[in-house]
Each structure stands twice: as C-alpha cells, then as structure tokens.
C-alpha cells in the first residue's frame, strides 16, 4: 500500500497467518532478511513497519528455552477512544435513590449526563443492569417456619449433610392460564405487518384454573421404565346447557363453564382424582408413605380434615397432607419453573373458548419433557440451601 494510504488494523487472524508466513521466511537465528519485510506488506496489505512490529511482538526464540512465538492477538480493545470522563461512576451511581434508577432517562438526570453518555458507559461494561423481582413481606415467625422447614429436608448420612431426595412427596399447586398475554414479543422480516390481536375486553380474558401435581422423576423398577413425575394436571370446570342462544350455537347446548375454587370444590379434586392418580401412577416397589404437598391459601383444606384423611388410607396406603410455610412460594416446584414452562408452550398457541384453552394446557402439560421438572427439584433444593444461609430469609438469587 502506498505510503500515508490509511487502512483497518489487521484481525487477529491476519496477524497470525503474518507470522506464520515470516516464520517460513526467517533464518534459523530467528532473524527477518532484508527485502522479506516488503515482500510480505505487499502480500498482507500494509505497511513494513506494521510486519516488523508484529514480527518483534511475537518474540520469536529458536534457542527453545522459552516459548516459541507470543501471541500476537490486537491490544487495542479496552486500551484505545476517548478516555472517560466519569470514573466515579460506578460510586455515583450507588448514591442514588434505587427507585430513580429503573431507566436511563431518570438515573441520567440524577447524575446530570446526558442520557447518551450514560448509554455509552452501559455498552462498555461500567454500568450493570439487574432485575428486581418483588417478594413476599416476611415475619419473624414466617423465617422461623422457613429455617425449620428447609432443615428438616436435610439429612446426615455418615457424617455428610445431604438434601432430601424428595422421592416421597407431591407438589400440588393452582394456576389461572389465560386464552392469550397481553403483551408478545413477534419476530418477523423487516417491514413485515404483524397481525393485530384484539379482544372486547382485557379485563376480562377468558382463563381456566388448573390444580396439578407431580412428583420427583425416578426409574420405576417393577414397570422397567421411566415414572415421569407427572401425576395430573386437571381444570375447575362442569359442562352446562347453555341458557340463552349465540351466534355459536343455540340455547340448550353444552357448554364449558369455569366453576369457583372453594374449599368443597378444592376437596372434591383431591379426593376424586388426585389421590386416585398417585394410587395408580406411584411406582409400586416404593412406600406408600406419601406427603401431599400444599401452600396455605385459604381454599385448600386443613391437614385434618376428615374427608381427606379417609381418601389417603384407602388400600393401605398412608398418604397425608402438609402444608408449607406462609408467603413462601420458593418451597413448591410448581413455582419455582415448572408452570413456567407450561405456560410457554400453552401460550403459542392461541385459544378463543375455554375448551381450547383446556385442550391446550393439556398438550403444554404432556410436552413438558421431565429433565425439566427434575431440574426444578434441584432448584428446590438450592432454594432450601439459601433459605438455611439466609436463616429464613428470601433475599437471595439461586446460581
């Protein structure tokens, strides 16, 4: 190139293939020969100062007593621009108020920069964006439940602290799932029109209440195959003839109707088909001792409650239910991904009448592979590590 001719930087793997090249053109003392220098500037597209620097930055020792060549990767990331103006930021940043620095146009007003600087210094690394996620209030009786709950999940086994494995316990839990979000990321070519959702009222979506219940996957060693951990997932609602007429369909028609979640209806789910699917799914070389997991919300029926408690003896089986600690939905696998991850699937596709909405969440349900729920497990077991290390306390993040 000519003299003066500005040109980019050489990428790191040019520079490599440059020394490379010089190293079949060197003499065994290491040494670049006169005119080599040129030849291989013309060959790369730059300049001979540019090769003897990148020659003398590789450091070439044919002696073997140290390495061979250095690396020759570029130095000017992070080491070249404008030098910043701000290099208290990050000091300055922790002086303001948490609630003004939940968006750049805020946080930059408490600082007095420009909110484009303020950009800048995020894109390089100096400012850390978090997601702040609220939780429930708890009191010092509620940290007292939580500590005792997550140590009586941990057991000594020569001399070693292990969790429960959790093998004997199913997690029930409620969740409304909707016919559609209100807000959807889409992805699409550029200029492409997406297709508007509408609906009469987002007040009003049509939902269904699911209760589900699942147990930790393990091999079932007298069906010589895999327990899935997914006992059932069942919905609140009755068929009814409908009592005035549409556009759908005519008055007398039977029509999907959501019911309240009352404790009778809660009670009535347990004992007609939860506690059925664990007697028929359970594998049967393990214990018939089973802990039916449950949150304190005030449909759900007591541990006592006389109608239950005769379900869960029947042929012989000693299945009773416990309830976890209050405000704390960081001890039920349902909540801590698995909903999640039915909820994701339920919602790609889009559902107008309640049956589609069942019909939907049932397919979400089956799909849902169950590495996913034993993954949730081991979370649940990291949750109850953080609980005992925040002595009850939920102020933590789960690695």
């Known amino acids: 190139m000519r003299k003066g001719q500005r040109k980019k930087n050489l990428t790191d793997n040019e520079c490599i293939n440059l020394v490379q090249h010089l190293l079949t053109r060197c003499t065994p003392k290491g040494k670049l020969p006169k005119g080599v220098s040129d030849e291989v500037a013309k060959l790369f597209d730059c300049t001979p100062t540019t090769v003897r ?42 002086q303001v108020p948490q609630s003004r620095r939940y968006c750049f146009r805020s946080l930059a007003h ?24 609220v939780k429930p209030s708890l009191t010092d009786s509620n940290k007292v439940c939580r500590l005792k709950w997550a140590m009586d999940h941990v057991q000594d086994i020569d001399g070693a602290k292990f969790f429960d494995d959790m093998y004997d316990t199913v997690h ?8 559609t979000r209100l807000q959807k990321k889409v992805y699409g070519a550029p200029g492409e029109k997406i297709k508007q959702r509408s609906c009469k009222s987002k007040r009003h979506l049509l939902k269904v209440m699911f209760l589900s219940a699942v147990a930790r996957p393990r091999w079932d060693e007298a069906k010589q195959e895999w327990f899935d951990g997914k006992v059932g997932t069942w919905h609140f609602t009755e068929i009814v003839p409908a009592q005035r007429r549409s556009r759908r369909r005519d008055a007398g028609t039977l029509v999907m109707k959501t019911v309240p979640v009352t404790r009778d209806a809660y009670r009535a789910m347990l004992v007609d088909n939860v506690i059925p699917a664990i007697r028929s799914k359970w594998p049967a070389d393990e214990t018939k ?30 299945m009773q239910i416990v309830c976890q600690p209050p405000n704390s939905p960081d001890m039920n696998v349902l909540d801590l991904g698995f909903f999640r991850a039915i909820q994701t699937l339920q919602a790609e596709r889009y559902s107008s009448t309640l049956e589609e909405i069942v019909s939907a969440t049932e397919e979400a349900w089956a799909a849902v592979n169950m590495s996913t729920l034993n993954k949730n497990f081991v979370t649940l077991q990291r949750c109850l590590q953080e609980v005992i290390l925040n002595k009850g306390g939920n102020d933590y993040k789960v690695a």
């Open 172 to 179: 029930v839990d409620e969740k409304w799932f909707f016919m």
């Open 110 to 133: 408490a600082l007095s920069i420009p909110k484009s600087t303020l950009h800048c210094y995020f894109k390089r690394g100096i400012i850390a964006k978090y997601s702040s996620v």
């Open 53 to 94: 620097r990148v020659w003398r930055r590789a450091a070439f020792d044919p002696s073997g007593t140290k390495a061979i060549c250095r690396s020759v990767h570029q130095r000017k990331k992070g080491q070249s621009g404008r030098k910043l103006m701000h290099a208290d930021l990050a000091q300055r940043i922790q």
């Open 289 to 318: 001792r089973v802990k039916i997991q449950q949150d304190n919300a005030r449909p759900h029926v007591p541990p006592l409650d006389a109608n239950v408690i005769a379900a869960c003896k029947e042929e012989g089986w000693e």
